[in-house]
């Protein structure tokens, strides 16, 4: 399976800092989701690039992708405590089952 | 609209029992998925059921099953539980099947195993 990976693994910055996380797959997709989850909760979506787009707003969220890579990246800007949680992204695996990565531990710090 | 509702919330079982867990789906949607998530392992698809279909199964063991009702909501079984079972279940659901759909997700079942 295509799984996508995220880096950092964890990541703390302060309120009002900007935190970006990386997601890089291996085959070719559909589109690319980014979710949150908070802790022991259920994943809640943010964000769907598709194929064909590069870049993507949504509020304090951009995403961006970049399919000769085979990566994404994620960026909140002016980060809040209630930003921290867990961010992963997700592939179609060849238009099957969605493949999550392994997740950024976000921790914004007040 | 109500979210994605998975009972019950806690779980506790000793190896050799079995277990079932349930998931209704957002009102209207037809797709439901079950997903393990473990602190190892992270997110581990299990199986998608799409109008009382099993369309899609990830790779788990033949003791993990589960079954779609024409309403739509879903159950999960595990039978011959192991230590290893110990996670949270997910379901998430969404409108159709496939790779452009976003996926909703309960709260999740936390199963204990001793």
């Known amino acids: 399976s295509q799984q996508g990976e995220e880096d950092p693994q964890a990541l703390s910055i302060q309120e009002g800092e900007n935190a970006t996380m990386n997601c890089s797959y291996k085959?070719?997709?559909?589109?690319l989701q980014w979710y949150r989850q908070n802790s022991g909760r259920g994943l809640v979506h943010l964000i769907l690039?598709?194929?064909?787009?590069r870049e993507k707003h949504s509020g304090r969220l951009r995403v961006t992708l970049d399919t000769s890579k085979k990566s994404s990246s994620l960026l909140i800007t002016a980060s809040r405590a209630a930003d921290t949680a867990s961010y992963f992204c997700?592939?179609?695996?060849?238009?099957?089952?969605?493949?999550f990565g392994p997740g950024t531990r976000l921790s914004v710090l007040p | 609209k109500a979210g994605v509702t998975q009972t019950p919330r806690y779980l506790i079982k000793t190896r050799g029992q079995q277990v079932t867990l349930s998931c209704s789906p957002i009102?209207?949607?037809?797709?439901v998925s079950w997903y393990q998530q473990t602190p190892g392992q992270g997110l581990q698809f299990l199986f998608e059921?799409?109008?009382?279909?099993?369309?899609n199964k990830g790779n788990f063991p033949g003791r993990f099953s589960g079954r779609q009702f024409s309403n739509s909501r879903s159950e999960m079984n595990v039978s011959t539980l192991e230590l290893g079972d110990s996670a949270l279940y997910l379901c998430?659901?969404?409108?159709?099947?496939?790779?452009?759909?976003?996926?909703?997700f309960g709260s999740g079942t936390q199963l204990s195993v001793l």
């Open positions: 998430a659901s969404s409108f159709q099947q496939g790779p452009n759909e976003k996926l909703f």
């Open positions: 085959t070719s997709i559909n589109n």
């Open positions: 690039i598709r194929s064909n787009e």
């Open positions: 997700a592939t179609d695996n060849y238009g099957q089952n969605f493949v």
């Open positions: 009102s209207g949607h037809r797709s």
């Open positions: 059921y799409f109008s009382e279909t099993q369309r």
